[in-house]
């Protein structure tokens, strides 16, 4: 483990349940914020994509064999 988050969870492991459960809810809705980002910035690249004409149609079977090429 990475001695930074070592000392983190050093440090909070010091801290009274309550205050505990409250790091771990604000940590998750953190990472799904953070998450919800990154979905956000891949779509918006992928519609980029879409607009400059870099994106290919086709059926699955079409993008089985161009993998296999």
């Known amino acids: 483990m990475?001695?930074?988050?070592?000392?983190v969870l050093?440090?909070?492991s010091k801290y009274s349940l309550g205050d505990k459960e409250l790091i771990v809810d604000i940590l998750?809705?953190?990472l799904v914020e953070e998450k919800r980002e990154m979905i956000y910035k891949d779509y918006r690249q992928a519609m980029k994509d879409y607009r400059d004409?870099?994106?290919k149609s086709g059926s699955a079977?079409?993008?089985f064999n161009a993998l296999n090429d």
């Open 2 to 7: 990475n001695a930074a988050i070592d000392h």
């Open 10 to 12: 050093d440090e909070v």
């Open 53 to 55: 004409g870099k994106v």
């Open 28 to 30: 998750k809705k953190r």
């Open 61 to 63: 079977d079409d993008l």
